[in-house]
């Protein structure tokens, strides 16, 4: 079928005047002028609405498929920068691999591994440690915690890892936890506690993936780490065609649920389906592309200006929370699907856990984030500010602040490889106990340990990690001021 491909866009083609009574059969619409005849779509009528009906399925695809695309992304950067195969560990340390990640911060080492489980269940021993993570299938739907905050608490535990359809073993290891995933393939990241990044080496290297059917053969698996001397391949949701290549990818041999069936529908008339290659053709790619830029648009605003509701901390900053207060890991409540807010969320980052969401004082993480300054404008990496962190913040075990790139959702980058700064280094303190952080491109004088260094020509948003929040946190009795332009 030809067509001009003018997505909402006026490129109809009205009937000619030969046909003046027929064409005024017609209607305008958002997308252009609609030709009828004698009621019925004229042939130019029907290909410009199936343009437009494909081109709005595949926006709206765009931002459904963000979570499972960013698994699949993980994936793809430990195949990439580790030569990782199902079941290794891969270590990612330091400025330089962490700057890959999503939403990912330098105070902390982290582990990650994929598991592919459509030929059948795994055995995992997890290792004893100071350790924190989870198990997430491939929407980034928990299926445990790991480490300290996991079943084991830290004290090391075996799982048993069955796929869709797959049947609970009768001899299942004592004391074993049984986990069944909805995907046949699932991601595991977990960060390291430890200060010394040797033991969290010796920690995460005594873990076990096997086979069940290897169950009894218990060996350690490969602890791998990013090649050196090599561009890396990044965490962040590919752009254009490739974001469809990838989510073609995520969804290969994957079940599709009931609450998906509508968007596997749309995507099978463009070319996307769990059970076939992609390749599109011409008039498909075309939308793709352009549903791609539009997508990828209305995820950034979805992230960065959200109008969910509840998101302010506290009505005197901008600060506000960067997972929705009601936000479930299961993503949906009896009333639907959180398609808005797992969009916000799964933009930002990759991977979940129960920890995340704690709402139990001195337990897991909490986050704040800001976009804009106390102005409300964006943040410019040519411009200098300072945030004043308050005494006394509600973090048992140590608070951090991190800037991350408006555009990768990566770490900042500059000359320093400097991009946080924690209370668990030696910051200036003022008389009274606060601690002024200054975020500019220029080292201000008396404070160089307590400077962000920033890029002019980019922009960034910044995170306020409490790890081990307190109950002044939960109340709202604890403030954080908005960060604030200094005088030029």
């Known amino acids: 079928m030809a067509t001009s491909l003018t997505v909402l866009g006026s490129g109809c083609a009205v009937a000619g005047p030969e046909d003046a009574a027929r064409a005024r059969d017609a209607i305008d619409t958002q997308i252009g002028p609609l030709a009828f005849d004698l009621g019925m779509p004229t042939h130019e009528t029907a290909a410009h609405l199936y343009d437009t009906l494909d081109f709005q399925s595949a926006s709206l695809a765009y931002l459904w498929a963000i979570p499972t695309v960013g698994t699949e992304s993980a994936r793809q950067m430990l195949i990439d920068n580790a030569g990782a195969r199902s079941g290794d560990l891969v270590l990612v340390a330091g400025y330089r691999d962490v700057s890959v990640l999503l939403g990912s911060n330098v105070t902390t080492p982290y582990v990650f591994a994929y598991f592919e489980l459509a030929r059948g269940p795994l055995v995992i021993d997890y290792p004893p440690g100071a350790t924190a993570g989870s198990l997430v299938d491939w929407w980034d739907r928990p299926l445990t915690d790991l480490g300290v905050a996991g079943p084991d608490a830290g004290k090391g535990a075996t799982f048993v890892l069955l796929g869709p359809g797959q049947q ?267 601690i002024d952080l200054v975020l500019g491109p220029t080292a201000p004088t008396g404070l160089e340990k307590n400077w962000i260094p920033t890029a002019p020509g980019k922009s960034w948003y910044v995170y306020f990690r409490l790890f081990g929040p307190l109950e002044p946190y939960f109340d709202r009795s604890w403030s954080l001021p908005d960060i604030k332009p200094l005088a030029a």
């Open 168 to 434: 609970t073993p009768r001899d299942v290891p004592v004391g074993a936890h049984v986990l069944r995933s909805r995907t046949n393939k699932v991601l595991m990241f977990c960060r390291g506690l430890d200060a010394e990044l040797k033991k969290v080496e010796d920690v995460f290297s005594a873990t076990s993936v096997r086979s069940y059917s290897q169950r009894a053969n218990r060996t350690g698996s490969r602890l791998l780490q990013f090649k050196l001397q090599a561009t890396l391949t990044s965490m962040a949701h590919p752009e254009g065609l490739a974001y469809w290549q990838r989510l073609a990818n995520a969804l290969q041999d994957e079940p599709v649920e009931d609450r998906d069936r509508f968007f596997a529908a749309m995507l099978e008339r463009l070319g996307i389906g769990a059970h076939r290659p992609f390749n599109p053709d011409g008039r498909q790619k075309l939308i793709l592309e352009k549903a791609s830029v539009l997508g990828q648009a209305t995820a950034k605003t979805i992230a960065y200006k959200k109008r969910i509701s509840g998101m302010r901390y506290r009505d005197d900053a901008h600060w506000e929370y960067f997972i929705p207060p009601l936000f479930v890991n299961e993503q949906d409540t009896p009333n639907g699907t959180l398609f808005e807010e797992r969009t916000a969320f799964f933009y930002e980052v990759t991977g979940t856990s129960g920890a995340v969401l704690t709402k139990t004082p001195g337990v897991g993480s909490a986050y704040l984030a800001a976009y804009y300054d106390a102005k409300g404008a964006a943040f410019d990496g040519a411009r200098s500010y300072r945030l004043r962190v308050p005494p006394s913040v509600p973090a048992k075990l140590f608070w951090s602040v991190t800037l991350y790139d408006t555009q990768t959702r990566g770490l900042i980058q500059n000359a320093q490889q400097i991009v946080d700064r924690s209370s668990r280094q030696e910051l200036q303190k003022n008389p009274d106990g606060s």
